[in-house]
């Protein structure tokens, strides 16, 4: 029973880590509640009134999300300083209120601050959050000068009250979130390898259902390995480490995602193309049972189990899992493999690889292992962890050119919040004299994390969405609760408390549970009415309009010209990797792979992003969404492919049994000129010529297969042959010409 217990334990920890990598969604909940629970505790039981409580509330939400800042340290000072700085904004405010004039114009110069201020980094952005949000606080609760006093009060114990919670209640450390993200790994490659298992035993009709999971589970993993790669300097002691864990989590995605396409590819008539794993909605190949005797698929079924056991395996070292583990390795070694098809035989080495990836990944993470049941197999497979682990070495990486003047983001988004709150005020005063701010507020928040014209229109279509749908609920909140201050208060925390959990995955729903949050607010302020949330709605309409008209016409940054700028980055970032990797394959010297392939997946997530607009479903663009969700699945099967060379790069130094071969620095070097050659393109240069075409890189080397005994080239020419044919196909949406073939 207790094995039991402990086990539906883990089985819960681990879906929730994996649905919410290092328990960031949590953590902001639970700070934040708790921040303003105690807040209201400590405040009521001093005898301050609804309105106090109700600012009370508000600033420790605040003090407690604006703080961006990783280490605790860092934080404290953020919050000391972020006091001082909330009680002038308040006191303006309250000083401001009744000179329209003057407290108008302040408000538009703090919103223009507020944004510049990003540019000073994490605690600028925290700080400029803070003196909008109080700002915007004194006008909710139409604070006075005679008020003052009070409201200093209740505005001191929710920051001392949010620090006490950040540091004291639900602590977090840059080593303990690491932990978690990479407890969260785990289990999404566990998700993921249980996705591979029913791709395996899917009928005809369940084919494309399966493969959807598979491509869902490997955009989560690659999801987590970059969350990882942006806290690996905070939560690890030395750099030589990062290097390790960032390595080590590079080549167990790899593997685990290889896995999937070489299963793919053994149930299909033909070999399965890369991209078929990213590009959404693409249908599955024809498939098949899979090939050869009905053994080889049990005994993959049953490895399939072992390899997620494996993977998810936490605490002591036992025989069953050291024997699992080994049987595994073995399939490393070609005698090992079972009787089968040459497409079936490269899934089971395709397993093997995965295996031996788990384990350095749990070598890394970890720490030593027991050695006392290896078996050759595995004992090799730690050799070669060993020897990779003794080559890491950090090298210094060059910091980007920053823009200047106008044409920075951060100026370039100040000057333009500032003119669209400036529309919104005048505006939203002619809707009401009492609620204009809510216009402002909608204006500044569409602002937030978004670059070009298409962004902020999404943004602020799903803002305003949300708080149709929040209207209504707040008005049936508002029947239930009546008059009950108690019961509206916790229902407040329950709602702030979903709104900050669910606002990474939708911001239509945290925009729903605000607007649900501000109607019972109203309630407890007793200024609820229907024309009070109707006139929320149309301010929020009004706000969202004014973002859109003011990024359109104020130095704006179309959604066109702002996807070219990242697409160009993106190519730029492949093509480094594609020419380094390739470089050290050919025998060049050691270069920084890592890096260069992580600087390549924060790229192509930045397009990603980008690209939203575009590929929105209400879109009336049809082929261009169609497009763009194409590009950005190429560029996807490029940059899997470039990592995978990157990491087989990174192993040459250490199998000295193992040559380079000088050859493919020459056959790849139509794929990098390629890749030049779109990149001038989308740039709007029109003399880079076309994208060349020609024999496949195999004939290029010009080999009958005997030649590669012993060289890289085996390992990576699959890589470097799809590569080439993902970097051609981008030429056809993209619009740069092809040539024809030499013959």
């Known amino acids: 029973m207790k094995a039991a217990g402990r086990s539906g334990r883990t089985r819960l920890r681990d879906h929730l880590a994996a649905s919410d990598p290092g328990l960031l969604r949590l953590t902001a909940g639970l700070r934040t509640v708790g921040a303003i629970a105690l807040t209201l505790a400590v405040l009521a039981s001093l005898g301050f009134g609804v309105t106090r409580l109700v600012t009370g509330a508000m600033t420790a939400m605040v003090a407690t999300f604006a703080i961006r800042e990783r280490q605790r340290g860092a934080q404290a000072v953020t919050l000391a300083v972020g006091l001082p700085v909330a009680l002038v904004s308040v006191s303006l405010g309250a000083v401001l209120s009744e000179r329209t004039v003057v407290g108008d114009a302040f408000f538009v110069v703090l919103i223009f601050s507020a944004v510049y201020g990003r540019r000073f980094g994490d605690r600028g952005t925290g700080l400029g959050l803070i003196g909008f949000q109080v700002y915007f606080v004194s006008l909710f609760v139409g604070a006075s000068a005679a008020q003052l006093p009070g409201l200093w009060a209740a505005m001191t114990v929710a920051f001392a009250s949010s620090a006490l919670v950040r540091f004291a209640v639900v602590p977090v450390t840059p080593a303990g979130l690491l932990q978690r993200l990479r407890q969260a790994f785990r289990a999404r490659l566990a998700q993921l390898v249980s996705a591979q298992l029913a791709l395996l035993d899917a009928g005809p009709g369940e084919v494309d259902k399966a493969l959807e999971e598979v491509r869902e589970g490997n955009a989560r993993l690659h999801e987590t390995a970059l969350m990882i790669q942006t806290r690996l300097e905070e939560g690890t002691p030395d750099e030589s480490t990062a290097r390790l864990v960032q390595r080590r989590i590079a080549d167990a995605e790899i593997a685990a995602e290889r896995l999937g396409l070489l299963l793919l590819s053994a149930r299909s008539a033909e070999r399965a193309d890369t991209l078929t794993l990213h590009l959404p909605g693409a249908p599955a190949p024809e498939v098949g049972r899979l090939p050869g005797p009905e053994e080889a698929t049990d005994r993959l079924r049953r490895d399939l189990l072992a390899l997620r056991a494996l993977v998810l395996w936490t605490g002591a070292a036992g025989t069953a899992v050291a024997r699992m583990r080994n049987r595994l390795l073995a399939y490393r070694d070609e005698e090992n493999l079972p009787p089968a098809s040459p497409a079936v035989q490269d899934v089971f080495r395709a397993v093997g690889e995965t295996a031996r990836a788990v384990m350095g990944l749990r070598v890394a993470l970890d720490g030593p292992q027991d050695e006392s049941d290896d078996s050759p197999a595995t004992a090799m497979s730690r050799e070669e962890l060993d020897a990779e682990d003794a080559a890491i070495a950090g090298e210094e990486t060059e910091e980007a050119e920053a823009r200047t003047g106008l044409q920075r983001p951060t100026t370039r988004a100040a000057v333009q919040v500032a003119v669209g709150s400036t529309l919104a005020i005048v505006g939203g005063e002619l809707l009401s004299t009492d609620r204009w701010y809510w216009a402002v507020l909608t204006c500044w928040i569409v602002f937030i994390?978004?670059?070009?014209?298409?962004?902020?229109?999404?943004?602020?279509?799903?803002?305003?969405?949300?708080?149709?749908?929040?209207?209504?609920?707040?008005?049936?909140?508002?029947?239930?609760?009546?008059?009950?201050?108690?019961?509206?208060?916790?229902?407040?925390?329950?709602?702030?408390?979903?709104?900050?959990?669910?606002?990474?995955?939708?911001?239509?729903?945290?925009s729903f549970f605000v607007t649900a949050m501000l109607g019972l607010l109203y309630t407890l302020l007793h200024t609820y009415s229907w024309e009070v949330l109707v006139l929320r709605l149309e301010e929020t309409a009004l706000g969202a309009a004014c973002g859109v008209v003011a990024a359109a016409l104020v130095l704006p940054v179309n959604t066109d010209r702002r996807t070219n700028?990242?697409?160009?980055?993106?190519?730029?970032?492949?093509?480094?990797?594609?020419?380094?990797?390739v470089g050290q394959l050919s025998g060049g010297p050691a270069d920084d792979l890592l890096d260069k392939a992580r600087e390549l997946d924060q790229a192509l997530g930045d397009l990603r992003s980008a690209t939203q607009p575009l590929t929105h479903p209400v879109t009336p663009l049809r082929a261009r969404r169609t497009n763009a969700r194409y590009v950005v699945a190429l560029l996807e099967t490029c940059a899997y492919h470039a990592r995978s060379l990157a990491a087989t790069a990174e192993l040459l130094p250490t199998h000295p049994s193992i040559a380079a071969d000088p050859r493919l620095r020459g056959a790849a070097g139509r794929t990098v000129r390629n890749i030049k050659a779109i990149a001038a393109r989308v740039e709007g240069g029109d003399d880079s010529?076309?994208?060349?075409?020609?024999?496949?890189?195999?004939?290029?080397?010009?080999?009958?297969?005997?030649?590669?005994?012993?060289?890289?080239?085996?390992?990576?020419?699959?890589?470097?042959?799809?590569?080439?044919e993902a970097v051609v196909g981008l030429a056809r949406p993209l619009h740069v010409p092809v040539s024809a073939p030499d013959r």
């Open 449 to 510: 994390n978004t670059a070009s014209t298409g962004e902020i229109l999404v943004k602020g279509y799903r803002r305003l969405l949300g708080t149709v749908f929040g209207v209504a609920a707040g008005i049936a909140l508002a029947a239930v609760v009546g008059g009950h201050t108690l019961a509206a208060f916790l229902l407040v925390l329950v709602l702030i408390f979903l709104m900050f959990y669910t606002a990474p995955l939708s911001y239509t729903l945290m």
């Open 565 to 581: 700028e990242l697409l160009v980055t993106v190519l730029e970032r492949l093509g480094e990797v594609t020419e380094a990797a």
């Open 689 to 724: 010529g076309p994208v060349g075409t020609g024999p496949s890189i195999a004939s290029l080397l010009g080999d009958d297969g005997t030649a590669r005994y012993g060289r890289i080239t085996g390992r990576v020419l699959r890589h470097l042959e799809r590569l080439d």
